[in-house]
């Protein structure tokens, strides 16, 4: 998961914290966990870490 880590090391540029992945293999689908200003500035870390960058991206509120 090299692509995990350069999220990783890319996140403090935008605040933005990456805190827990999912792989589905069968599938082909990768998921992340990540707190961030918003959905742009997530984005954006995926983009300049490895340019991999999202289809969709939801809003979750803990406890909703």
């Known amino acids: 998961m090299?692509?995990?880590?350069?999220?990783?090391?890319?996140?403090?540029?935008?605040?933005?914290?990456?805190?827990?992945y999912w792989v589905d293999g069968q599938r082909g689908k990768i998921f992340c966990l990540v707190e961030a200003p918003d959905a742009n500035a997530a984005a954006?870390?995926?983009?300049?870490?490895?340019?991999?960058?999202?289809e969709e991206i939801y809003e979750v509120q803990e406890g909703s």
């Open 44 to 54: 954006t870390v995926h983009r300049e870490a490895h340019g991999l960058v999202a």
């Open 2 to 20: 090299t692509w995990a880590k350069a999220d990783l090391q890319t996140q403090g540029g935008y605040d933005v914290s990456y805190l827990r």
